[in-house]
């Protein structure tokens, strides 16, 4: 490589740095080994980010030393960019100090998916080591999180003609040999997708699937059942495919309440892959959903993450489970909360642009929650994604009502909480003649359907929401309940 290549080079990669904002510049800065890019101004840190990248100067290894790194998010696009400007002004790949591309030996492993498959025609790869991981991005180059190896790496690139040969989608799970270049790993090889060899036969897109109105329910009865379990197959059934919405007040027992679903629907339904996204959430919530569900079936933000990753992780785990969808599966994701999700993009560039409501609201922000929620689906012959999150009403705020009255025109299912329930410490505070359920008479075999119809007709005009929970707490089974009803 002669001088005035490497000079041109570094000309044309100031120049595109040098466009980009401050925090974006700090985590490639973060991602490529600088020095502490968080504490330099925008000229150091674009000067020692080029003297990485050109081998003038050693990157700086990974440390798990002092606070965690609260957004160590690097836009793809970033990464594309530079890669597509070292072949364009180094198309030797190497720096005249031979740090470019260095390649870091590792042992080969056998290859083996979780069906016991091998892999025998790539046993003698060599100076490559598999991991495991979730395409988080397909635009250009992706990202994958929640790799699996042992590996101090978070993020691993997959090239775009991996992605194209390979027709790879936002949310695969994907097993592949990788390398690392410049403390990078970058992917050289799939080996199988969502846990099948790639076969190259044409994939389904999720969007193209014939859909249909959800005839089969969810189970919350099993051997043990909760009251809300109860409540939600004998009375308010949730198909498989439903756009469902619970609406609560503060401290009502929304987060409680979607947790004991979760446990139920794992405990009764054998088939079904539920998942969990939990935004802006205390720890202690985290860990007793970790207790349900596998770690890898929840994704969480805390209250100091910034509203780029809440969005980011929640397009993220959608694409998991639409993948999921795709491929005959039936998947339950529940979101705590929309509410979150909703004030996180109202604060994101994304969400600007369009109309402002009275409410503080962007138009953009309401048409992005009922796009994620509207997502929710069951297919014809295949599988099913059922969208159930928490939505908060009556907290004083008005963009919350709005929201709320916006959303329900999307949701086909509506659990509506009660805030007098709740502050008699009556759980599940659920409000039954509030809530409701599109088409319950697909879903409700013959007995069900007439305890549905009793309580909401004479029942209830003469009990109090307590002695329906006392009713229902008392019974095993809907035929004992619609025996009581009727006494």
């Not at 790869?125 to 929640?146: C, N, P, W």
């Not at 939600?232 to 609560?248: D, Q, S, Y």
């Not at 405990?267 to 079904?272: F, G, I, K, Y």
Request: charge should be negative; charged fraction near 30%; proline fraction near 4%.
């Amino acid at each position: 490589m002669n001088y005035s290549d490497k000079n041109e080079f570094r000309f044309a990669v100031k120049e595109y740095l040098n466009s980009l904002y401050i925090g974006s510049l700090r985590s490639y800065g973060r991602l490529v080994g600088v020095k502490n890019p968080t504490k330099k101004k925008k000229g150091e840190l674009l000067s020692d980010i080029l003297a990485v990248l050109l081998g003038e100067k050693a990157p700086e290894l990974p440390s798990n030393l002092g606070a965690p790194i609260k957004n160590d998010f690097v836009d793809p696009t970033i990464i594309q960019k530079i890669e597509d400007l070292k072949k364009a002004y180094l198309p030797n790949g190497a720096t005249e100090e031979g740090a470019f591309f260095a390649f870091e030996e590792e042992k080969p492993y056998m290859i083996v998916n979780d069906s016991g498959v091998e892999f025998p025609s790539l046993r003698d790869q060599f100076s490559r080591k598999m991991y495991e991981g979730q395409i988080a991005t397909v635009d250009g180059v992706s990202q994958l999180l929640s790799l699996k190896g042992e590996t101090d790496y978070q993020k691993l690139i997959v090239p775009v003609e991996l992605i194209r040969k390979n027709d790879l989608r936002e949310g695969d799970v994907i097993t592949c040999f990788a390398e690392t270049r410049s403390h990078v790993l970058y992917a050289t090889e799939i080996l199988s997708r969502n846990e099948s060899v790639i076969d190259g036969k044409p994939r389904k897109n999720f969007d193209d699937l014939t859909v249909c109105q959800p005839t089969e329910k969810i189970k919350f009865v099993s051997q043990t059942a909760s009251i809300a379990g109860k409540y939600c197959e004998w009375l308010l059934p949730i198909g498989k495919g439903r756009r469902g919405l619970v609406l609560a007040p503060p401290k009502a027992g929304k987060t409680f309440l979607l947790k004991t679903l979760v446990r139920e629907a794992k405990q009764a339904n054998p088939d079904l892959r539920v998942y969990a996204l939990l935004l802006d959430q205390s720890p202690e919530i985290i860990a007793e959903y970790e207790e349900i569900l596998p770690s890898e079936n929840i994704v969480s933000t805390s209250y100091d993450d910034e509203a780029e990753r809440h969005v980011f992780l929640a397009d993220f785990l959608l694409n998991r489970t639409k993948r999921l969808a795709e491929k005959d599966k039936h998947v339950l994701l529940i979101v705590d909360s929309f509410t979150a999700l909703m004030r996180a993009y109202n604060e994101t560039e994304e969400s600007m642009g369009g109309k402002t409501f009275s409410c503080g609201l962007e138009s953009k922000t309401l048409r992005y929650i009922k796009k994620y929620l509207g997502t929710a689906r069951c297919f014809e012959k295949g599988g099913s994604l059922t969208v159930l999150g928490a939505l908060s009403v009556q907290t004083g705020n008005p963009a919350d009502d709005f929201a709320a009255s916006e959303f329900l025109s999307v949701s086909n299912f509506s659990l509506k909480l009660s805030g007098e329930l709740s502050a008699r410490r009556v759980f599940p505070a659920i409000e039954f003649l509030s809530s409701d359920t599109e088409q319950p008479e697909r879903l409700l075999n013959e007995t069900e359907r007439e305890c549905e119809y009793v309580i909401r007709n004479s029942y209830l005009t003469k009990k109090s929401y307590v002695d329906l929970l006392l009713l229902l707490n008392a019974c095993a089974s809907a035929q004992e309940l619609l025996q009581k009803l009727k006494q």
